[in-house]
T-cell receptor
Framework: DGGITQSPKYLFRKEGQNVTLSCEQN?????MYWYRQDPGQGLRLIYY???????QKGDIAEGYSVSREKKESFPLTVTSAQKNPTAFYLC?????????FGPGTRLTVL | RKEVEQDPGPFNVPEGATVAFNCTYS??????FFWYRQDCRKEPKLLMS?????NEDGRFTAQLNRASQYISLLIRDSKLSDSATYLC???????????WGLGTSLAVNP
């Protein structure tokens, strides 16, 4: 059945290491998004892509990178330049206006 | 002024009660409006889109007032399972970015 998958659900990394979060969708949606959510806070947009091979920075892109080589996939790399990477990362996709989310990845940097 | 503002609550109501949430937005060019619910430590899930004429889905009614730039959500006959955070979401004008409110927390008590 159709949906958005993110893996892994929980991820632990040492400070200074880059880490890549996976996001895959089989909904045939053009647009995909990455957000982070911190405890008690709202969703903040990191990057988004409206079409394959194109993406734009969101509000908090520093320390992150993305690629969109395939319509179904939009991986996010959290680099060592991100000062406070521990957070709940959510991937979403959309066809028109509403966005649909994967289950999220909780990243903890030790 | 925040782009999307919501009363954070918490709203504590007994089962069976009717509860209403309001949300204001600042971008008069916004065209799409949504309510999402988010359970603790889960991803947001689309509850309903909000149309100019107002719309109803079972116990849930959403209304849009473009002149005053506010959106409302009414929940009738509250159930324990309605306990969650309700997010007001507005599109950022002529692109596909969404602006997220911080959410209103609802606790329905037995």
């Amino acid at each position: 059945d159709g949906g958005i998958t993110q893996s892994p659900k929980y991820l632990f990394r040492k400070e200074g290491q880059n880490v890549t979060l996976s996001c895959e969708q089989n909904l045939n949606h053009d647009a995909m998004y990455w957000y982070r959510q911190d405890p008690g806070q709202g969703l903040r947009l990191i990057y988004y892509s409206q079409i394959v091979n194109d993406f734009q920075k969101g509000d908090i892109a520093e320390g992150y990178s993305v690629s969109r080589e395939k319509k179904e996939s939009f991986p996010l790399t959290v680099t060592s330049a991100q000062k406070n990477p521990t957070a709940f990362y959510l991937c979403a996709s959309s066809l028109r206006g509403e966005q649909f989310f994967g289950p999220g990845t909780r990243l903890t940097v030790l | 002024r925040k782009e999307v503002e919501q009363d954070p609550g918490p709203f504590n109501v007994p089962e069976g009660a009717t509860v209403a949430f309001n949300c204001t937005y600042s971008n008069s060019a916004s065209q799409s409006f949504f309510w999402y619910r988010q359970d603790c430590r889960k991803e947001p899930k689309l509850l309903m889109s909000v149309y100019s004429s107002g719309n109803e889905d079972g116990r849930f009614t959403a209304q849009l007032n473009r002149a005053s730039q506010y959106i409302s959500l009414l929940i009738r006959d509250s159930k324990l399972s309605d306990s969650a955070t309700y997010l007001c979401v507005v599109n950022a004008g002529n692109n596909r970015k969404l602006i997220w409110g911080l959410g209103t927390s609802l606790a329905v008590n037995p």
